[in-house]
Antibody, heavy 121, light 107 residues
């Protein structure tokens, strides 16, 4: 059975950084892509980027390039998402999301429970 | 960059009625990479449909996906109380793109 367990809620100041973790269990870690998708309060879903652990390669949408870093630690089956230069509009629930295979970022059966990141002065 | 536009924003229907949701892509896409998700308040999205028309594991057959090119639809026959939720379309592959969502609410 697949589980994606994320780290707990965070409260951050504007301009700071946040790092969210996602520990995967059930299935080989390198057999599936990992994405990060966020949802601001009352808003839609927004893809922040993804990683292919089997290759170690990442892909980020232009909006987040330079501000988001996604990494994967094969030894602990854990993925990380770091977001820098936080602003108030980064307040959102952040989900790690597994793809169905090693080379595509979707579709997505398995979602982590979400981590609320609140950015406030 | 391809943009997915969902309509309507909100659909007000009664249990037992049929819902038809639209997802339009800004340019032609392969139907192999089009998916639909259901999301209830406080929960993560659940995969309903992939490859435009293939139901995911455990999804009841009242959910039907269709379309091609730039226009895709999700139909829900005979709405059950548990179907009232927000529905998102998604384009996947070497990236992920989501539509803005359609809320199906009880009339």
């Amino acid at each position: 059975q697949v589980h994606l367990v994320q780290s707990g809620p965070e409260v951050k100041r504007p301009g700071s950084s946040v790092r969210v973790s996602c520990k995967a269990s059930g299935g080989s870690f390198t057999s599936y892509s990992i994405n990060w998708v966020r949802q601001a309060p009352g808003e839609g879903l927004e893809w922040m980027g993804g990683i292919l652990p089997i290759l170690g390669t990442t892909n980020y949408p232009q909006k987040f390039q330079g501000r988001v870093t996604i990494t994967a630690d094969r030894s602990t089956s854990t993925a990380y998402m770091e977001l820098t230069h936080l602003r108030s509009d980064d307040t959102a629930v952040y989900h790690c999301v597994r793809g169905v295979d090693a080379y595509n970022f979707g579709p997505n059966y398995h979602w982590g429970q979400g981590t609320l990141v609140t950015v406030s002065s | 960059e391809i943009v997915l536009t969902q309509s309507p924003d909100t659909l007000s229907l009664s249990p037992g009625e049929r819902a038809t949701l639209s997802c339009r892509a800004s340019r032609r896409v392969s139907s192999s990479y089009l998916a639909w998700y259901q999301q209830k308040p406080g929960q993560a999205p659940r995969l309903l449909i992939y490859a435009a028309s293939t139901r995911a594991t455990g999804i009841p057959d009242r959910f039907t996906g269709g379309g091609s090119g730039t226009d895709f639809t999700l139909a829900i026959n005979t709405l059950e109380p548990e179907d009232f939720a927000v529905y998102h379309c998604q384009l996947f592959g070497d990236s992920l793109t989501f539509g803005g969502g359609t809320k199906v609410e009880i009339k």
